[in-house]
RNA sequence: GUGGCCAUAGUUCAAUGGUUAGAACAUCGGAUUGUGGCUCCGAUAAUCCGGGUUCGAUUCCCGGUGGCCACCCCA
């Protein structure tokens, strides 16, 4: 009986405070806010800086693409596509996916629009958002957004310690750092031989049993994949595992030694690490790695990557173009800004010399809009809010965005063809003639930097 | 995908098995109808969702959702 008042007082409650319910954002999908969006605008400057001078043009593809676009060629077995990948079916029944990372759509452009018609190496920027379907947490969305840069049609090693390189300063140019971790897998043909020898050293007696489950599938499915694992007993059984950088071919033993020694000169750290392979299929001879350098020891562990890359020599042939060789990276944004967030490294202050117009009255506001526009095309940073009738509200908007000046327009003001202009640092102010705006405004400008 | 911790105004944090869930910052209004910053006064604003235990749950329990962290993996 009173479980049931209870109930119907419910009930009641919930009828009188039914409100729309407000929506949310999907998991892992961050809104990026003005203050954040500083940051972006900070790293982003850098990455376009950077792309242009060494000469990579922006290119953007569809978000949306053939599910078997990644399948083929980040291949099916990896945890992008096979664990992490959005895909679904659309109207037409076809399989589509929201593009997991971004080399596969440019390899897609290069053939698509035959750009090995264009001079050789051809190099691409790429800016844009990532989808993989993951457990979020910081540094870990479901939309991310990477900075790439590919090039195709070179085959030199000067090429890889070149893109090396670039990502290498982009870190450090945003006060961040960071160590390089390379190694080479090698070409189809010394792989091969590699991956045999991997095998027979991992069929000696004992040793399967004491891997993990996933390092057991990938005896048969990726066996390079058994050196990275980071469960404790596969590394020890790893100890002694032969390693790929000792049975390189000549040409990729040479090729690596080469983009070693562009690293040196370039000054770019790195550090040999035999056990990075990278998750997909694709790449052949260099894969790096950049992770942050942290001070404190106890957090070495769990240093997450904030970009990576290689050279994908076979892949544009294999997805159906001529044979090309190339290679690239990609930069996690999010992560870059995560960094720059901790270290406090200060963004730019304020902006400079704002001139704020000001308006009483309805006719005030006519003239002082038309000010605003003539000002603003004479190239003064003017700010204005026109929509507030108070000069209370309108200074306190000018005090709240730093401004330098404002200018005040009432209805005295447009008898006498005068104009108010205050400093907003001293207080002071003083009435000037209206056609003498530009030289007052630039006077008092011009003093202040002296 | 697995495991741990957590969920209160816009934000940061209090409090409580029982009248009205409290503060700071922010926002809005006023003190000051033509003058910002400082001050004072006032207002708006919250117990994630669903179920259970209970006379009574925001508090205790279960489930969901979301967040953080670790792992897997990656940017």
């Given at each position: 009986?009173?479980?049931?008042?209870?109930?119907?007082?419910?009930?009641n409650?919930?009828?009188?405070?039914?409100?729309?319910?407000?929506?949310?954002?999907?998991?892992?999908?961050?809104?990026?806010?003005?203050?954040?969006?500083?940051?972006?605008?900070?790293?982003?400057?850098?990455?376009?800086?950077?792309?242009?001078?060494?000469?990579?043009?922006?290119?953007?593809?569809?978000?949306?693409?053939?599910?078997?676009?990644?399948?083929?060629?980040?291949?099916?077995?990896s945890?992008?596509?096979?664990?992490?990948?959005?895909?679904?079916?659309?109207?037409?029944?076809?399989?589509?996916?929201?593009?997991?990372?971004?080399?596969?759509?440019?390899?897609?452009a290069?053939?698509?629009?035959?750009?090995?018609?264009?001079?050789?190496?051809?190099?691409?920027?790429?800016?844009?958002p990532l989808?993989?379907?993951?457990?979020?947490?910081?540094?870990?969305?479901?939309?991310?957004?990477?900075?790439?840069?590919?090039?195709?049609?070179?085959?030199?090693?000067?090429?890889?310690a070149?893109?090396?390189?670039?990502?290498?300063?982009?870190?450090?140019?945003?006060?961040?750092d960071?160590?390089?971790?390379?190694?080479?897998?090698?070409?189809?043909?010394c792989?091969?031989?590699?991956?045999?020898?991997?095998?027979?050293?991992?069929?000696?007696?004992?040793?399967?049993?004491?891997?993990?489950?996933?390092?057991?599938?990938?005896?048969?499915?990726?066996?390079?994949?058994?050196?990275?694992?980071?469960?404790?007993?596969?590394?020890?059984?790893?100890?002694?595992?032969?390693?790929?950088?000792?049975?390189?071919?000549?040409?990729?033993?040479?090729?690596?030694?080469?983009?070693?020694?562009?690293?040196?000169?370039?000054?770019?750290?790195?550090?040999?690490?035999?056990?990075?392979?990278?998750?997909?299929?694709?790449?052949?001879?260099?894969?790096f790695?950049?992770?942050p350098?942290?001070?404190?020891?106890?957090?070495?562990?769990?240093?997450?990557?904030?970009?990576?890359?290689?050279?994908?020599?076979?892949?544009?042939?294999?997805?159906?173009?001529?044979?090309?060789?190339?290679?690239g990276?990609?930069?996690?944004?999010?992560?870059?800004?995560?960094?720059?967030?901790?270290?406090?490294?200060?963004?730019?202050?304020?902006?400079?010399?704002i001139?704020?117009?000001?308006?009483?009255?309805?006719?005030?506001?006519?003239?002082?809009?038309?000010?605003?526009?003539?000002?603003?095309?004479?190239?003064?940073?003017?700010?204005?809010?026109?929509?507030?009738?108070?000069?209370?509200?309108?200074?306190?908007?000018?005090?709240?965005?730093?401004?330098?000046?404002?200018?005040?327009?009432?209805?005295?003001?447009?008898?006498?063809?005068?104009?108010?202009?205050?400093?907003?640092?001293?207080?002071?102010?003083?009435v000037?003639?209206?056609?003498?705006?530009?030289?007052?405004?630039?006077?008092?400008?011009?003093?202040?930097?002296?």
């Amino acid at each position: 009986m009173p479980r049931k008042a209870n109930k119907k007082a419910k009930v009641n409650k919930t009828k009188k405070e039914k409100k729309t319910k407000p929506f949310s954002r999907l998991r892992g999908m961050k809104d990026v806010l003005f203050d954040d969006y500083r940051y972006w605008e900070l790293v982003i400057k850098k990455a376009n800086d950077l792309a242009k001078i060494y000469s990579f043009k922006r290119i953007e593809t569809p978000i949306l693409e053939k599910a078997e676009l990644y399948e083929r060629s980040s291949g099916k077995t990896s945890d992008i596509v096979s664990k992490e990948m959005y895909v679904f079916i659309d109207k037409n029944k076809e399989r589509v996916a929201l593009r997991p990372e971004a080399t596969p759509s440019l390899v897609r452009a290069y053939i698509e629009h035959g750009m090995f018609n264009l001079p050789q190496p051809v190099k691409m920027f790429f800016l844009g958002p990532l989808f993989r379907h993951e457990k979020p947490q910081s540094g870990r969305l479901r939309q991310h957004t990477q900075f790439d840069l590919e090039m195709f049609g070179e085959a030199s090693p000067v090429a890889d310690a070149q893109l090396i390189s670039i990502a290498y300063n982009f870190f450090r140019e945003l006060q961040i750092d960071v160590q390089i971790q390379i190694n080479s897998i090698g070409c189809k043909e010394c792989r091969g031989e590699y991956v045999k020898k991997l095998l027979s050293f991992y069929k000696e007696r004992g040793k399967r049993s004491k891997l993990c489950k996933d390092c057991k599938k990938r005896l048969t499915k990726n066996p390079l994949r058994l050196l990275d694992c980071k469960e404790q007993s596969c590394i020890k059984v790893r100890e002694g595992a032969p390693q790929i950088v000792d049975m390189l071919c000549e040409e990729c033993r040479q090729h690596f030694i080469r983009v070693l020694e562009y690293l040196d000169e370039l000054d770019v750290p790195y550090n040999l690490n035999p056990f990075l392979v990278r998750g997909l299929d694709y790449y052949t001879k260099t894969v790096f790695e950049i992770t942050p350098i942290i001070d404190d020891e106890k957090e070495v562990k769990r240093q997450i990557s904030l970009g990576g890359g290689g050279r994908y020599d076979d892949l544009v042939e294999f997805m159906g173009g001529r044979p090309t060789p190339a290679c690239g990276f990609g930069i996690g944004i999010e992560r870059t800004i995560l960094k720059i967030k901790e270290k406090n490294i200060p963004l730019e202050t304020r902006e400079k010399d704002i001139v704020f117009v000001a308006q009483l009255g309805d006719q005030a506001r006519r003239k002082a809009m038309m000010l605003f526009e003539e000002l603003r095309r004479a190239g003064f940073n003017v700010r204005q809010s026109f929509t507030k009738d108070s000069l209370k509200q309108q200074l306190e908007e000018a005090n709240r965005i730093g401004a330098k000046l404002c200018l005040i327009l009432g209805q005295k003001e447009l008898l006498d063809e005068t104009i108010l202009i205050r400093d907003m640092d001293s207080g002071v102010q003083e009435v000037i003639d209206y056609k003498k705006i530009s030289s007052e405004i630039e006077k008092r400008l011009h003093n202040e930097k002296k």
